[in-house]
Nanobody, 115 residues
Framework: QLVQSGGGLVQAGGSLRLSCVAS????????MGWFRRAPGKDREFVTS????????DYADSVKGRFTISRDNARNTVYLQMNSLKPTDTAVYYC??????????WGQGTQVTVSS
């Protein structure tokens, strides 16, 4: 129900944009988020955006570099990633929050940042 696109290989300092399109249902009234899992590490929260007021939260590690946005008309959430670092290398997942649980997940997208 959440289909991701974007990602790939980029040099340090570069930019990428990830997209997450909802299908089969609307996520207009859901808080949406992005998570990532680096090799050998647990999945970690990256950012989220609320449907009610578009307020956002960011992990300290990405503040000032990543931006989450959403287009409810297109049922799409974006993650703009700038000034990428090798430590940002991970599989990125979009997710939708329901009943205080990150219940719905995208398929994952590989982001690799070379030094």
């Amino acid at each position: 129900q959440l289909v991701q696109s974007g990602g790939g290989l980029v040099q340090a300092g570069g930019s990428l944009r990830l997209s997450c399109v909802a299908s089969g249902r609307t996520f207009e009234r859901y808080t949406m988020g992005w998570f990532r899992r680096a090799p050998g590490k647990d999945r970690e929260f990256v950012t989220s955006i609320r449907w009610s007021d578009m307020s956002t939260d960011y992990a300290d590690s990405v503040k000032g570099r990543f931006t989450i946005s959403r287009d409810n008309a297109r049922n799409t959430v974006y993650l703009q990633m700038n000034s990428l670092k090798p430590t940002d290398t991970a599989v990125y997942y979009c997710s939708a929050l329901e009943d205080n649980t990150w219940r719905y997940w995208g398929q994952g997208t590989q982001v690799t940042v070379s030094s």
